[in-house]
């Protein structure tokens, strides 16, 4: 195999010259860095982590954790933070933190004691007090995506605004009962579905309808929010119109619940939910889009921001999602649309 004493060699410069060149140092031109780089690559060099670590004091390694690795959301980040974390030659540790769960707690109080990472990505954690004091006093740059965390820098999406737009969509096709499916008080991620009942709450009350306000409780679930559909929808003398899901899973389940009891969708009830799930489209779903995979790569740039430059304050981005009409959603029977209104400025 070639030796970093073979690479400099065939580059013309030294030994230190090549090392500096292949770990990103600033003190190495831009022309000789290319120029070790293609030599590198040509006999085939791949420098060894420890010998990195040991020149530069990085790992060049960076942790994520989340607390679910196979629900869909978290799927599509972390494809997004593996993707950018290897364009940058970054290797990748995941945390398996479970809500819950006895795993978690050693995730905190053990493995990220270790420090074998440079920075942390923190993907729906909604951590609690101690946990956050846990990352933050690592000595590594954390970025969160989806969170509260002021400490800390985040990728996120404007969940009121998300929410707030579905239900505008529905009260401006004419809708005027129009309720709220999804959250529960014992929810994993209370801030996400508190603000996206906000918007939801907001816009029927700035509307003139805060008397159709109603939120069924359902967790963040396609099954679950089968199971609250069924219920919300069974009453045919206190049945909505028109349904916000917190989440596009939620939302399927209506539409599925719907189905069953022989509720035609769009004409009997339109259904608007949140996320623009890999499923959404094989339903028909009117949807708010938000692309996971792009907050994962975000998070890595914000990440890698933060080491460049450790004095960097942290940073939030906030993710305004864009309405995808489907077909899932319709003007009630016997009504007459309100004015659409333009989305691109809401």
């Known amino acids: 195999m070639s030796t970093i004493a073979d690479v400099a060699r065939e580059a013309g410069v030294s030994k230190a010259t090549a090392s500096r060149a292949l770990t990103g140092s600033a003190q190495v031109s831009a022309a000789t860095r290319q120029r070790v780089l293609d030599v590198a690559m040509r006999l085939g060099y791949v420098p060894s982590t420890s010998a990195v670590s040991l020149a530069t004091g990085r790992t060049r390694n960076v942790g994520v954790i989340l607390p679910h690795v196979n629900r869909w959301f978290f799927a ?48 729906g954690l909604e951590p609690a007090v101690s946990e956050l004091q846990a990352l933050l006093s690592l000595g590594r740059p954390v970025v969160s995506v989806i ?47 508190s603000a996206r009942y906000e918007g939801y709450e907001r816009v029927m009350r700035e509307s003139g309808l805060g008397e159709y ?43 599925i619940a719907a189905r069953r009891l022989g509720i035609l969708v769009p004409s009997d009830l339109s259904v608007v939910g949140i996320d623009d799930h890999v499923n959404a489209e094989m339903f028909a779903l009117t949807t708010l889009r938000q692309i996971p995979r792009e907050q994962g790569e975000t998070a890595v740039d914000l990440l890698m921001r933060h080491l460049d430059d450790p004095a960097l304050k942290p940073v939030t981005v906030a993710i305004r999602p864009r309405l995808v009409v489907r077909n899932s959603t319709a003007a009630p029977s016997g009504s007459t649309p309100a004015a659409v209104r333009d989305f691109s400025r809401a």
């Open 76 to 123: 599509e980040v972390l494809e997004g933070i593996q993707s950018a974390l290897l364009d940058r030659g970054f290797d990748l540790t995941l945390y398996d933190a479970t809500p819950g769960s006895a795993g978690r707690e050693r995730v905190f109080t053990d493995f990220l004691a270790r420090k074998r990472f440079d920075g942390l990505i923190a993907v």
């Open 147 to 193: 969170g509260t965390e002021e400490s800390t820098s985040l990728v996120t999406l404007d969940d009121g605004h998300a929410a707030a737009l579905a239900t505008s969509h529905l009260v401006d096709l004419g809708h005027r009962r129009i309720a709220f499916l999804g959250g529960t008080s014992a929810s994993h991620w209370p801030h996400v579905e």
């Open 213 to 255: 306000v109603t939120r069924t409780p359902a967790e963040l679930s396609m099954p679950a929010g089968y199971e609250a559909a069924v219920d919300l929808l069974s009453d045919s003398s206190q049945r909505p119109t028109a349904v916000v899901g917190a989440c596009d899973e939620v939302a399927i389940g209506a539409v």
